[in-house]
């Protein structure tokens, strides 16, 4: 079965702060918005997100991330209460790593 994707997000990631893109169509993808590798920058990013209106089963986030700065933000994902909607089903896929891992 093939998952079709209503919304494409780019995220890279550094020690202190992260970088984030998104988009409907991936080749058109506005400019990127800088967010601080912390628990109110997780916040404010999922809010942007939550503001697109899609689906999370159908959201993909593509982490490019240095060694394991990536695990923070997906972990805030998976175990956030702010809005847990955007915990089930989203699909995150963290380079170079290719691991693969799904925030139920």
């Known amino acids: 079965m093939t998952t079709t994707f209503s919304l494409y997000v780019g995220v890279d990631i550094a020690a ?3 970088t984030a893109t998104w988009a409907t169509d991936p080749a058109s993808a506005p400019r990127a918005i800088r967010f601080d590798q912390t628990a109110s920058g997780y916040a404010a990013f999922q809010q942007q997100l939550a503001a697109t209106g899609m689906c999370p089963a159908a959201t993909l986030v593509a982490l490019e991330a240095t060694g394991s700065y990536w695990v923070a933000l ?3 994902f998976r175990v956030s ?3 847990p909607q ?3 089903g989203m699909r995150f896929l963290s380079a170079p790593m290719a691991l693969e891992c799904y925030a139920v």
């Open 86 to 88: 955007w915990t089930s």
């Open 81 to 83: 209460r702010h809005a």
């Open 74 to 76: 997906a972990t805030h």
């Open 16 to 18: 202190t702060t992260f």
